[in-house]
T-cell receptor
Framework: GEDVEQSLFLSVREGDSSVINCTYT??????LYWYKQEPGAGLQLLTY?????DMKQDQRLTVLLNKKDKHLSLRIADTQTGDSAIYFC????????????FGSGTRLLVRP | KAGVTQTPRYLIKTRGQQVTLSCSPI?????VSWYQQTPGQGLQFLFE???????NKGNFPGRFSGRQFSNSRSEMNVSTLELGDSALYLC???????????FGPGTRLTVL
């Protein structure tokens, strides 16, 4: 099927690290994305990783990709209250369908 | 560089009416995709255009249509609106449709 799965909710304390997990379906996916959505806003591209990479680091964000298990994770270091939002992972399929398949989103709540 | 822009940001319509939403991609991007976001169904792909050609369409009824102009701007139209069409409509642009996709702020459509 086309299901990308994410846990629904994560709560962390300010200053801690957050890890958001995602399981995707297509082992031939080319790009895997993380988007952030704040209330009433569109999707902000946070980071992405090519399917031939294992890890990508971008300031406070670290993306890990396990192709064998089709598992993607986003680690946010030193989580701040401004990081509270919904985080979506998405896969870009290699079948040239020109569409992204999204997970249902993980709501991150950062407690002061 | 200006981001993806969508107009209008908010719309209220009544059942049976039709609506047209507009999306202007990032300068130089030729691919525009449209997604519908609802609490129940999440983010679902509507269609993708490249160089004025629709290359893929999601599983939506024929009431949903779109087009792309020679300057890559795109419009989507929904005819005979139903209550279930109430959603946030997001467009995304990219160079080719297979590379990094950037989203606009969305148009929130409410059907009464």
């Amino acid at each position: 099927g086309e299901d990308v799965e994410q846990s629904l909710f994560l709560s962390v304390r300010e200053g801690d690290s957050s890890v958001i997990n995602c399981t995707y379906t297509d082992s031939s996916s080319t790009y895997l994305y993380w988007y952030k959505q704040e209330p009433g806003a569109g999707l902000q591209l946070l980071t992405y990783i090519f399917s031939n990479m294992d890890m990508k680091q971008d300031q406070r964000l670290t993306v890990l990709l396990n192709k064998k298990d089709k598992h993607l994770s986003l680690r946010i270091a030193d989580t701040q209250t401004g990081d509270s939002a919904i985080y979506f992972c998405a896969e870009s399929k290699a079948d040239s369908s020109y569409k992204l398949i999204f997970g249902s989103g993980t709501r991150l709540l950062v407690r002061p | 560089k200006a981001g993806v822009t969508q107009t209008p940001r908010y719309l209220i319509k009544t059942r049976g009416q039709q609506v047209t939403l507009s999306c202007s991609p990032i300068s130089g991007h030729r691919s525009v995709s449209w997604y519908q976001q609802t609490p129940g169904q999440g983010l679902q792909f509507l269609f993708e255009y490249f160089s004025e050609t629709q290359r893929n369409k999601g599983n939506f009824p024929g009431r949903f249509s779109g087009r792309q102009f020679s300057n890559s701007r795109s419009e989507m139209n929904v005819s005979t609106l139903e209550l279930g069409d109430s959603a946030l409509y997001l467009c995304a642009s990219s160079f080719s449709g297979l590379d990094t996709q950037y989203f606009g702020p969305g148009t929130r459509l409410t059907v009464l």
